[in-house]
């Protein structure tokens, strides 16, 4: 069992298969959805996200959605654990089918930490527990295209991807989105981004804003940035002014 949050959250996770790291806290931390919005995370898996933004976020509904069996059950037990049951559910569901197949409303927000990589040449094969999370079946465009069916007129989108990939998330979601905010994730403040977490509105038309990059690590001394270490522990959020 580890613990999220400064132990807030216990989650339970596969042995062997995607266990969830900075990446999720990261976005579990950017979600800024209004008091009484409903949210969906598409591929929540055991429910690391759900989980930490329920927890920093009282006056919100929580959906995820997750194809893979074990981390499905997995995400289940976690919110029996945590007792977020009123208020986080999840269900079986894939985003390579029409966000029609959900039989849910358009959501006021939508979160997701989609695979790094759709093309298998690009990296050494994953362990096979891990070929899911790593390997996004019909690409970026198949999670772009679920998530801007998944989130009404206004609502926002909220993402973390690879900083390689900026320009293809954008060109994807450009047609139908807009309102782009954009905030770097460096490794060390002297190395480039190697993650940047995006957010953009349904119809959005306000300029692209590229908001100050938070910096992870520092060279020497402490693991985490006072930064960087107030937001795994729940202290502090990651918001988008």
């Given at each position: ?18 266990r ?30 759900l ?8 006056g919100?509904?929580?959906t ?39 039989g ?21 094969a ?6 899911q ?13 679920f ?32 309102s ?43 693991k985490?940035?006072?930064q ?5 522990r ?8």
């Amino acid at each position: 069992m580890d613990a999220l949050l400064g132990g807030r959250v216990r989650l339970r996770q596969s042995v062997r298969g995607y266990r969830a790291g900075m990446d999720a806290a990261l976005l579990a931390a950017a979600c800024d959805a209004p008091e009484g919005a409903r949210v969906l995370e598409a591929g929540c898996g055991p429910g690391a996200v759900l989980l930490c933004a329920a927890l920093r976020r009282p006056g919100l509904d929580f959906t995820g959605l997750e194809r893979d069996p074990e981390a499905l059950a997995l995400a289940v037990e976690n919110i029996r654990t945590n007792d977020l049951g009123s208020r986080v559910r999840v269900m079986a569901g894939d985003v390579c089918l029409p966000f029609s197949a959900t039989g849910l409303s358009p959501f006021d927000a939508v979160l997701a930490n989609p695979p790094y990589f759709d093309n298998p040449k690009t990296l050494r094969a994953p362990a096979p527990e891990k070929q899911q999370a790593w390997m996004a079946e019909g690409g970026l465009a198949a999670w772009t295209g679920f998530l801007l069916k998944a989130v009404r007129q206004g609502g926002s989108l909220t993402l973390i991807h690879r900083a390689d990939r900026l320009a293809d998330l954008l060109a994807l979601l450009g047609e139908k989105a807009g309102s782009f905010q954009i905030r770097p994730i460096h490794p060390h403040a002297d190395a480039p981004a190697s993650r940047v977490l995006i957010r953009a509105l349904k119809s959005g038309k306000a300029p692209l804003r590229l908001l100050p990059a938070l910096v992870l690590h520092p060279r020497e001394g402490s693991k985490h940035t006072p930064q960087a270490e107030a937001i795994l522990r729940g202290e502090a959020g990651l918001g988008w002014s």
